[in-house]
């Protein structure tokens, strides 16, 4: 990691309207670092030669409201690119043929929440297309007492994250679970920590509900800013990233990351290492989209067609960390 110790070495990773200016000398109001190559290399677990689909995991992904089922897809097929064993969707009646017609290497669950005991999973990806109703609502707050019942790490987006914003009670559901992340942008990150007016204010207050729900937080954006809590003593830094490009701001890239996120963690990954390594790869594919296609042109399905050439790079990083 590269510590960063002065405003006027943040400054270059804010947008101009968030910058410290007169500052720079004066120091961050929180320990901040940007991620290297050689931290997400450094967790690649290569695989074993014997190794069959339930080594690597059975993620439940929710996700896929009727007129939605695009989401679903999208986070659906970066899951299955994130490496995971099995993939269940569990999404509207309405969407079941798409999404066994887009995504054949997927199951699907058509209904609320599938019956399926959920110690039968290794993750849960929940927020895609999700819906923001009452129904969904109460079917969010089930999700989460079952996941929690079975010692699941969660990673949360999208509508999930506006239902805990304004649902009664649910953002309490985040620390009863084993372990979670929430990847809001912007304005999902508002309405979840409240309003702030400067890059410190946006910065203490994600910490604060990292601290609060004991969760990972990905703040997305341009060098997207994650925070963990503070007792998680495995990643006490908060981290800027440094991959990805202004041709990702487009409608599915945070369903993308949702399901990369979702495969890391049905591996065993931490909600942590799940967190950094997920926006880091999923940036790389962007990147590598965006030198192909160009940053006007991006969709996300192209940071999902680039996940191979991301994930395929991510060992090659750890062998020459190695040498």
């Known amino acids: ?55 690597f995991g059975h993620g439940l992904l929710a996700a896929g409201t009727p007129g939605k089922a695009g989401a679903a897809v999208l986070a659906a097929r970066a899951a299955l690119r ?3 064993g099995l993939l269940t969707v569990a999404t509207s009646p309405e969407n079941s043929l798409v999404l066994q017609t887009a995504v054949p290497e997927a199951m699907v669950a058509a209904g609320p929440l599938p019956p399926r005991p959920f110690e039968d999973y290794a993750a849960v990806g929940v927020g895609p297309g999700f819906g923001l109703d009452d129904a969904a609502e109460a079917r969010l707050d089930e999700l989460l007492q079952r996941a929690a019942t079975a ?10 994250l506006t239902l805990l914003a ?12 084993a372990g979670s992340v929430c990847t809001p942008h912007y304005g999902e990150l508002r309405r979840l920590v409240g309003p702030w007016q400067t890059a410190e204010e946006r910065m203490l207050l994600q910490q604060a509900f990292s601290d609060r729900y004991g969760t990972v937080v990905v703040g997305k954006g341009a060098y997207t800013f ?15 990233n440094p991959t990805g490009n202004a041709g990702m701001a487009t409608g599915g890239s945070g369903d993308v990351l949702t399901g990369v996120i979702l495969g890391l963690l049905t591996q065993g990954y931490t909600p942590a290492e799940a967190a950094v390594a997920g926006v880091y790869l999923h940036g790389l594919a962007g990147d590598l989209a965006a030198a192909e296609v160009g940053e006007a042109s991006l969709v ?4 999902v067609s680039w996940l191979p050439a991301a994930f395929k790079a991510w060992p090659a990083l750890s062998a020459r960390v190695r040498n």
């Open 1 to 55: 990691m590269k510590m960063l110790t002065f405003w006027n070495e943040l400054n270059a990773f804010l947008p101009v309207a968030e910058r410290m200016e007169g500052q720079d000398s004066a120091g961050l109001p929180l320990a901040v670092a940007v991620t290297e190559a050689e931290d997400v290399a450094a967790w690649y677990r290569p695989r074993d030669r014997f190794a069959h689909k339930g080594c």
């Open 82 to 84: 994130g490496g995971l």
């Open 166 to 177: 304004y649902g009664d009670g649910l953002s309490e559901r985040l620390s009863e679970t």
């Open 300 to 303: 996300a399905g192209d940071i």
């Open 226 to 240: 994650i925070t963990f809590p503070a007792s998680d003593g495995t990643q006490p830094t908060a981290l800027l």
């Open 151 to 160: 010692s699941l790490p969660v990673v949360l987006d999208a509508d999930a």
